[in-house]
């Protein structure tokens, strides 16, 4: 199994940061990295596909960028409704793990 | 707009079977180029991918549950099942069904809240 590592746990940031999240890979997964971003009681939201493709209908302060092990989530002027819980997933090999997700605070 | 919507019991007994259903619409679970997912959440904590089949019916498990867990389709109901035996209170969470199509989960359901109690 690939093992994805989430940094930080959770950041505390005020409107209008710059937010970057980190997601490594145990092992080298290409390009194949997907994030997501959940808020209390609903489903994940798909933002980025492999890894700095901008999901349709997402806004463009959503980046990625990274390939081989080494993931970054940029969100470039955090917004209040940004304020959840950020999720990668490689999308490599089965099964496909999640990270143990990142907290943004205000 | 594709649309997905979990059904089942929010309650289930240790050692009994789990089953919940994801009815599809908006898009046809039998076309080509599409998985159809589940992942789980216990209460607090992060995401876990259960496994997902194939629109041909070909199923592919999370090793950690493969030994309880069966992936189906009913494509006369263009929907997905997961079946789950033996739980545990471990399997406690929010089960989401997912659509994935190259690569990603562009495509949720709202997610179900199955407890395993007593």
């Known amino acids: 199994d690939i093992q994805m590592t989430q940094s930080p746990p959770s950041l505390s940031a005020s409107v209008g940061d710059r937010v970057t999240i980190t997601c490594r890979a145990s092992q080298t997964i290409g390009r194949h990295l997907n994030w997501f971003q959940q808020k209390p009681g609903k489903a994940p939201k798909l933002l980025i596909y492999?890894?700095?493709s901008l999901q349709s209908g997402v806004p463009s302060r959503f980046s990625g960028s990274g390939s081989g092990t080494d993931f970054t989530l940029t969100i470039s002027s955090l917004q209040p409704e940004d304020f959840a819980i950020y999720y990668c997933q490689e999308s490599y090999s089965y099964p496909l793990n999640f990270g143990g997700g990142t907290r943004v605070e205000i | 707009q594709v649309q997905l919507q979990e059904s089942g019991p929010g309650l289930v007994k240790p050692s009994q079977t789990l089953s919940l259903k994801c009815n599809v619409s908006g898009a046809s679970i039998s076309s080509g180029s599409s998985y159809w997912t589940w992942i789980r959440q216990p209460p607090g904590k992060g995401l876990e991918w259960i496994g997902r089949?194939?629109?041909?019916?070909?199923?592919h498990y999370n090793p950690s549950l493969q030994s309880r867990i069966i992936l189906s389709l009913d494509t006369s109901k263009n929907q997905f099942s997961l079946r789950m035996s033996s739980v545990t209170a471990a399997d406690t969470a929010v089960y989401y069904c997912?659509?994935?199509?190259?690569?990603?989960?562009?495509?949720w359901g709202q997610g179900t809240l199955v407890t395993v109690s007593s």
């Open positions: 997912a659509r994935d199509r190259y690569g990603r989960s562009d495509f």
């Open positions: 492999d890894s700095s």
């Open positions: 089949i194939y629109s041909s019916g070909t199923p």
